[in-house]
């Protein structure tokens, strides 16, 4: 399971750009910082306030001040800057932040996204979550792709939406793959699968990339 | 100049029950613990309390819950306060809680907005969601927004860093959060803060609340701990 939010991160941390603003989400997508190339360095935005946030505080040297979205004390790099939420949610839609990255319940082949209630399980609210998809440039959803056999990727989400017609890109274990008007196409592939095993784990139709590659 | 410094059972003494208040701080990183555990000192009951999330149990506006005193929850992330859901979902009526959940930038600007004397704004935010429900879409340039209402609150409990006796509050690190604006869009503003000091003190470059907003200043906030 590690291993596999590990291999996701990896291959999401390829999308970004030298110089992107990035905006991660909580878990998985929080390991993306820990795979970027040689060379790529980006400058992470926390919406609780910070432009230029760093790694995780080392155990004994927090700063009881300084917290990152998830509640765990971080730090920041030089050149960093504190900001309020009304200004830090400015950048956000603003189209200041180049790419976000977030889990999801539920995608659908329209690209719109349910990632923050299932009604009558669980309401935790949608946190910063609406405005991240709705103002960054760029949507990237990192999650396994079925939940225990169940599809996650759709026709149509059946739970409540996050937000309509903004994910640009699906990367789960299994493969790559981008939102298009036509539908979802599967880029890339994990060797260790079949386009047949990814099919069967999709539960809409996936259009198969003539430049079909491996997912490495 | 009027001394605006009390003890945090002063400083609350003013608010009765039924009282909206908007407390700072994420995750209770920026929240005013000492003015919250006043709040449960006094026990006032039915509050309406805007804050961005829920804290968690025995933390931030979390202890207010625990204690049964919140009727009405504005937020944006309950998640990792299990009492949340206990008291939405109960049976006893006097425990029940109404939670309305307003995404986190909604939330900052109609805050930002209350204070700013505008009648509300635009946002794409919630478009085609259930946050759309019940409100006017405006399509501007081709692109629809949802019209969102400025939040106003009977009471703001801040929480400084540092403090001077007129009141200009600055934030460390992520303290800031939703204060600047909380200590805008309230009737009645009581600053908790961790050290207070003389007016000219605290450099005006780097005030980010004037004293203009601050009634009362209560010291001996300590430093926030996980």
């Known amino acids: ?216 | 100049m009027r001394n605006k410094i009390k003890t945090a059972d002063e400083a609350v003494s003013v608010i009765q029950d039924g009282a909206s208040i908007m407390v700072g701080g994420f995750m209770s990183c920026g929240t005013p613990e000492i003015l919250i555990d006043a709040l449960v000192r006094k026990n006032v009951k039915n509050l309406t309390i805007i804050c961005n999330d829920a804290g968690v149990p025995g933390r931030g506006v979390g202890k207010l819950l625990t204690n049964g005193q919140i009727k009405t929850l504005i937020a944006s992330h309950v998640g990792l306060n299990p009492e949340v859901a206990q008291r939405m979902n109960t049976d006893n009526e006097d425990e029940k809680l109404e939670c309305i959940l307003v995404p986190q930038g909604t939330l900052a600007e109609r805050i930002r907005a209350g204070g700013a004397g505008l009648g509300g704004f635009l946002t794409p935010t919630g478009v085609g969601t259930i946050v759309a429900e019940g409100k006017q879409v405006l399509n501007v340039n081709g692109k629809d927004y949802l019209l969102e209402l400025p939040l106003r609150a009977d009471f703001a409990l801040i929480r400084g860093s540092v403090t001077d006796k007129f009141g200009n509050t600055t934030y460390n690190g992520t303290t800031r959060t939703f204060n600047p604006m909380m200590a805008t869009a309230a009737d009645h503003v009581i600053v908790g803060t961790c050290e207070i000091v003389e007016i000219g003190e605290i450099d005006p470059n780097n005030v980010v609340t004037s004293g203009i907003f601050v009634d009362t200043i209560v010291g001996g906030e300590e430093p926030w701990q996980i």
């Open chain 1, 1 to 216: 399971m590690a291993d596999l939010r590990d291999f996701i991160a990896k291959r999401v941390a390829k999308e970004l750009r030298d110089g992107d603003v990035v905006n991660l989400g909580i878990g998985l997508p929080t390991l993306v910082a820990n795979h970027l190339p040689e060379g790529v360095n980006i400058v992470l935005q926390s919406e609780n306030g910070i432009m230029g946030m760093g790694p995780a505080a080392e155990p004994g040297k927090e700063d009881v001040d300084i917290i990152n979205a998830g509640a765990a004390y971080v730090t920041v790099n030089p050149g960093a800057m504190f900001f309020d939420s009304a200004t830090s949610f400015g950048i956000i839609r603003g189209g200041h932040v180049d790419a976000t990255v977030l889990g999801a319940l539920q995608v659908d082949k329209h690209g719109n996204l349910a990632n923050w209630i299932i009604p009558g399980k669980m309401v935790p609210g949608m946190g910063g979550a609406m405005d991240l998809v709705v103002g960054a440039k760029k949507v990237i959803i990192a999650m396994l792709h079925t939940q225990k056999g169940n599809h996650k990727i759709l026709d149509e989400c059946t739970l409540p939406y996050t937000a309509i017609n903004v994910v640009d890109m699906i990367v789960t274990e299994m493969g790559v793959m981008e939102v298009t008007p036509e539908g979802i196409v599967l880029t890339e592939i994990n060797p260790e699968y079949t386009v047949d095993q990814v099919k069967e784990a999709t539960g809409c139709e996936l259009i198969i990339s003539p430049d079909l590659k491996d997912m490495i």
